[in-house]
């Protein structure tokens, strides 16, 4: 009685050449296995898509053209592409969320850590700054990820959504 899979394995290490292989081959066996017992797939993407542009603050909204900058977000965007595909030629439901960075779980992301401690410890906290501006992120917390998943669940969601603000 599976009615959703929610895809979210990824190799340890994904940041390397290697990982691409292995994430579009896990993708790809996930599809399958979708396909032959017509699943609707949940997957996490990430705002890395967007990594590309340059400039002080983009909004970064579902219209928004994918523009991937290094191997995380360049393998985000084959495995958005191989999705859009299986959506075209097989009739896939998929509801895809691109989160920003999550946070709240772990000790990830590690800056954000190491930023709290120095806080805490009263240490100096040294920031840098890139040409074109000071660094940003837009945050999600874990836990309203972990709803979003559900609420695409319950709903049936079918298409492309970006979770967080969309600005940094």
């Excluded at 940041?15 to 979708?34: D, I, K, P, W, Y």
């Amino acid at each position: 009685r599976i009615t959703h899979l929610v895809h979210l394995a990824n190799p340890r290490v994904y940041t390397s050449n290697h990982a691409v292989g292995e994430t579009l081959v896990m993708l790809r066996n996930v599809l399958e296995v979708c396909s032959d017992h017509n699943l609707h797939l949940i997957y996490p993407s990430g705002g890395e898509i967007y990594s590309g542009y340059r400039g002080k603050e983009i909004a970064a909204d579902e219209k928004l053209p994918p523009n991937p900058q290094g191997v995380k977000a360049e393998t985000q965007w084959l495995c958005e592409l191989l999705i859009g595909h299986h959506r075209l030629k097989y009739g896939l439901r998929c509801g895809l969320l691109r989160s920003p960075v999550l946070y709240g779980a772990a000790n990830r992301p590690k800056f954000l850590w190491t930023f709290v401690a120095h806080a805490r410890a009263g240490e100096p906290i040294y920031t840098h700054e890139y040409r074109n501006g000071i660094p940003g992120l837009d945050l999600l917390h874990v836990n309203d990820f972990c709803k979003a998943v559900s609420s695409s669940i319950r709903s049936g969601f079918e298409g492309d959504a970006n979770l967080g603000s969309g600005r940094l």
